[in-house]
């Protein structure tokens, strides 16, 4: 019954900027590693950004002075604030996340994704 959705995506001249939010909603007892990852045609989804539950974060190294994770643990909501987008930024994001239900299982959910495009 947990599911996240994810909102902000759009198209974007290259150098501008855009904020992802990803919102989790369910019978969740907590969460705990939320991250971003992409996926743009023709390639693998990779890892974008991740952040723990304390803070502690990890980016792919081609956006690591660029975009920012952050998170509202009291809101369950994650955030990527994109900053200086680049062509090759264009794909769809996917939210992810690790949470523990009340019958103390970790289970792991994506969401539907939303798209990208920075273009000229």
């Known amino acids: 019954q947990v599911q996240l959705v994810e909102s902000g995506g759009g198209l974007v001249q290259p150098g501008g900027s855009l904020r992802l939010s990803c919102a989790a909603s369910?019978?969740?007892?907590?969460?705990?590693?939320m991250g971003w990852y992409r996926q743009a045609p023709g390639k693998e989804r990779e890892l974008v950004a991740a952040i723990t539950r304390i803070g502690s974060t990890n980016y792919a190294d081609s956006v690591k002075s660029r975009f920012t994770i952050s998170r509202s643990n009291a809101k369950n909501t994650v955030y990527l604030q994109m900053n200086s987008l680049k062509p090759e930024d264009t794909a769809v994001y996917y939210c992810?996340?690790?949470?523990?239900?009340?019958?103390?299982?970790?289970?792991?959910?994506w969401g539907k994704g939303t798209l990208v495009t920075v273009s000229s």
């Open positions: 992810n996340a690790w949470y523990y239900n009340y019958s103390d299982y970790r289970v792991n959910v």
């Open positions: 369910g019978s969740i007892f907590s969460i705990n590693t």
